[in-house]
């Protein structure tokens, strides 16, 4: 009875060291398909995680955008960490005067940019992916607006992604407060590191975003918690 214990032990002892050892192997080579691939850690970030987080109205969740299609599949924005640095010290400068920020987007997958590209050809508008793989895809662009501490919006020239000149920033068609509401977001922006983009208001990206790498990383990944990106080449 004892050989047989000790047999039957030692049989499960070499099957128990298989598995081990197999699952090794498929770690192993998990671990060196991912090195493979030359992923990077995103560092993308939820805004929903801001101390004190903005309006939200991420209409590419919706839609009611230009496209007339839903291209989000939920109302969350992600940016860099590093954008979203700067922006936590922008929403602190703004609510210290009585007003905060309303976020319209943030990153965007490369495979979303190309869809807006597809359907809106026009730079000033809409980033041509062939070109510099789009703004928005590095985490480091952001859209916003102005509202009240209740969240009402403050006036501006025109709405959001409205592409004629009345979105431009020297548009000379805006009335006197949409014009300083303009100024006032330009200059709160440009004070904490962000470059203002000249035909939407809207639009401002981290100071060298151009050495940050684009990627395609779905919201459905980050939603999940994947850490890493392979990027766009």
Same mark, same amino acid.
């Given at each position: 009875?004892?050989?047989?214990?000790a047999?039957?032990?030692?049989?499960?002892?070499?099957?128990?060291?298989?598995?081990r050892?197999?699952r090794?192997?498929?770690?192993?080579?998990?671990?060196?398909?991912?090195?493979?691939?030359?992923?990077?850690?995103?560092?993308l970030?939820?805004l929903?995680?801001?101390?004190?987080?903005?309006?939200?109205?991420?209409?590419?969740?919706t839609?009611? &955008?230009?496209? @007339?299609?839903?291209?989000?599949? =939920?109302?969350? $924005?992600? %940016?860099?960490?590093? +954008?979203? *640095? /700067?922006?936590?010290?922008?929403?602190?400068?703004?609510?210290e005067?009585?007003?905060?920020?309303?976020?319209?987007?943030?990153?965007?997958?490369?495979?979303?940019q190309?869809?807006?590209?597809?359907?809106?050809?026009?730079?000033?508008?809409?980033?041509?992916?062939?070109?510099?793989?789009?703004?928005?895809?590095?985490?480091?662009?952001?859209?916003?607006?102005?509202?009240?501490l209740?969240?009402?919006?403050?006036p501006?020239?025109?709405?959001?992604?409205?592409?004629?000149?009345k979105?431009?920033? &020297?548009?000379? @068609?805006a009335?006197?407060?949409? =014009?300083?509401? $303009?100024? %006032?977001?330009?200059? +709160?922006m *440009? /004070?904490?590191?962000?470059?203002?983009?000249?035909?939407?208001?809207?639009?401002?990206?981290?100071?060298?975003w151009?050495?940050?790498?684009?990627?395609?990383?779905?919201?459905?990944?980050?939603?999940?918690g994947?850490?890493?990106?392979?990027?766009?080449?």
């Open positions: 009875m004892r050989r047989k214990s047999l039957l032990l030692a049989i499960l002892g070499r099957r128990g060291m298989k598995r050892m197999k090794a192997l498929i770690l192993f080579a998990l671990i060196g398909s991912l090195c493979a691939a030359d992923t990077v850690p995103h560092d970030v939820n929903a995680a801001m101390a004190n987080p903005p309006v939200f109205d991420v209409r590419y969740a839609k009611l &955008n230009f496209t @007339g299609k839903k291209l989000y599949p =939920a109302p969350a $924005v992600w %940016l860099h960490k590093d +954008a979203l *640095a /700067a922006l936590m010290k922008v929403q602190a400068d703004l609510r005067i009585g007003i905060a920020l309303k976020v319209f987007d943030g990153y965007r997958p490369l495979s979303v190309q869809k807006m590209w597809d359907l809106v050809k026009d730079e000033r508008y809409v980033s041509n992916p062939s070109v510099n793989k789009g703004r928005h895809t590095r985490g480091t662009a952001i859209d916003v607006a102005l509202v009240d209740m969240g009402n919006p403050l501006m020239p025109s709405g959001f992604d409205d592409f004629t000149e979105a431009h920033r &020297n548009y000379a @068609g009335r006197p407060e949409e =014009a300083a509401n $303009v100024k %006032l977001l330009e200059a +709160a *440009a /004070a904490n590191g962000f470059e203002p983009f000249p035909t939407e208001w809207w639009h401002f990206d981290l100071a060298g151009e050495k940050y790498p684009p990627l395609d990383i779905s919201f459905e990944d980050l939603a999940s994947v850490p890493i990106a392979k990027p766009v080449p």
